[in-house]
C-alpha cells in the first residue's frame, strides 16, 4: 500500500540552511547573562559534573581522518564500510550541572576497507553548535538546568534569548548525539527533541554534517532518535512526541525519502517515549507512566515523574493508518522501556493472531540515573499481545542487565532468532556482549553473564574494560545467508591504560579471541548508539 504524501506548493529545500547567527555583543545578551548568573547563585547545592568526568569526560579535538591504524588480528575481507557511534561530548563548559544526555552530537567513525583502517571524530554541526560557537560558551537550555525553582527560571530565560533575539530557536535546539540511520541515500544523526541532521560519509572516511533535514518542509516537529527502515520496502517509519496534545505524531516515508501526512496519536498525557518498533502489518507505540510534570522541577527534582499506579500501555496501529481510529491498546502494570530490539507477528498455539515485542525492561525509571545499581538494569523481556483477546503478556529472557539491543537489521519487522545486548553491570558500564537465542527457553537460575538457557554465547570485554552498543554486520546479504553469520563491532574503553579500540567479534561464536581490535589514536568517551554503513551505501549516498 502506498502512503498518501503530504502536499506544499513551495517546496523547502530538504536540507535547511545556517541559522541567523546571533550578536556577539548586544544589551539582550548582556541581560540574559545576568539573569543566569542570578538564577546560578539561588541553587544551593553543588553541581552535578558526573557526566563531565573520567570515561565520560569530552575530548577537545577533532582528528583525523588518521589512517592505518594499528590491527590486532585481521579485518575479514568481507568487511567493507564505515561504523560510527554517536554520543554527547560538550563543547563548552556547562553553566551549572550537566547530565548524561546533555552534550553536542559527536561522531567517531572507523573507516574499515580492504583490510584496513582509520579513524575521525566529528561534531555534529547543528544550530545549537554554531550559535554557541558564534558565543565561545554555552547559551542552550541543558536537561541538567530543569532542577528547582532556579531551574523553572532557566526554561523562562531559554524562551526569553529566543524572543530578544539572543538564541535563534527557529532551526530547533536539538544536540544530534544520540543515534544514527541511513535512508533514502543519506546518513542521519538523531535526537529525539529535533529534526534530524544529514550526513555525508567520505570515502576517506571523513564525516560532514550537510545541515537540518525538513523534509521538503513537510516536517514541522522532533521525530525520534529510533526510527525503523523496513528492509523490503525500503520505508522509513517514524514519530515524535511533546509537550502539547495530542503528545505523539506518527510518520511514514518513502523509499526515496517522501514525507506521509502526519497522523496525530492521542495519550492521556506526555510521557517521554524514546523508541517504538514495527512489525509487517503495524507500529507499536509504548504510552509508559514516565510523566512530563513541569510540577517536578519546583520540588527540586526532574520534570519527568514515575507514576508506578498507572498501567504500561502499548499501542498497536496498522502501519499505513490514516487516523488513531484503528489504534488498538494493550495493558500491563508500570514497566519502563528505553529501546526495542525488534517485532513481528506469528500465530499462537490456539491459532491466534500475536504480535510479539522483545524489547529492554526496566521495573520502574528515575532519569536522575545517579541513583541506579546494576540490579536496577534493564533485562530483556518477551512481550505478547493477543489480537483476539485484547490480553497483554510479558516474559524475562536475561537475569543480568541486557540493554542496547541489536538484530540483524535485514528481519526488522519479521520474526527472528538472534538478539545481540550489551551486557550492563551498572547504569552506565557495559561489561560484555551476550547473544540470545529466541528459540531456546530463558534460564533465570542461571549465573549473571554466563552461557545457558537462551543466552547462547558471551563475549567479556575484560577487567576495567567497557564497551558500547554492540551493532551486527552481515557476512553477506545474499539469501540463504544464516541469520547470525557475520560480526559483531563494539567500541571499548580501557580503564587500565585510558585507551580506547574497535573490537570485532564473530558473531557466531562470540569467542573469547576478537577477529580482530583496531586501535584506536584518542580516547572515546561513553556515548549511545552506532551504525555499520556499508560501502554499498557509501557509494549510493545522493550527492550534495
Known sequence: ?????????????????????????????????????????MIKTPPNTTYLEGVFAPVDKEVGPVADLPVTGHLPESLNGEFVRNGPNAKFAPTFSYHLFDGDGMLHGVRIKDGKASYVNRYVRTSRLAQEEAYKRAKFLKIGDMIGYAGLGKILLHQLRGWLGVLDLSQGDGTGNTALIFHAGGLQALHEGDAPYALQVLQDGDLETKGRMTYEGKLKHPLTAHPKVDPVTGELFTYGYGSKAPFVTYRVVSKEGKMGLPVPITIPAPVMMHDFAITQNYAIF???????????????????????DRPARFGILPRYAESEAEMRWFELPALFIFHTANAWEEESEEGVKEVVLIASRFNEMNLELEQFEADKAARLYEFRFNLATGKASQRQLTTFGCDFPRIHEGFMGRKQRYVYCAAFDGITRICGVAKIDLSEAPDLTAPYYTVGGCVSGFF???????????????????????????????????????ESSVVVLDAKSLSSNPVATIHLPQRVPYGFHGIFVSEDQISSQLPE
Open 1 to 41: 500500500m502506498v502512503r498518501r504524501v503530504a502536499s506544499n506548493e513551495q517546496e523547502k529545500p530538504l536540507v535547511q540552511s545556517h541559522p541567523k547567527l546571533p550578536p556577539s555583543q548586544s544589551y539582550a545578551n548582556w541581560l540574559c547573562d545576568a539573569i543566569e548568573r542570578l538564577l546560578n547563585a
Open 460 to 498: 567479556n570485554h575484560g577487567p576495567g574494560r567497557f564497551g558500547s552498543e554492540p551493532v551486527f554486520v552481515p557476512r553477506s546479504n545474499e539469501p540463504g545467508a544464516e541469520e547470525d553469520d557475520g560480526y559483531v563491532l563494539s567500541f571499548v574503553h580501557d580503564t587500565n591504560t585510558d
Open 286 to 308: 509504548m504510552d509508559l507512566p514516565l510523566e512530563f510534570n513541569p510540577k517536578e522541577i519546583l520540588k527540586g527534582k526532574m520534570p519527568f515523574l514515575w507514576n508506578p
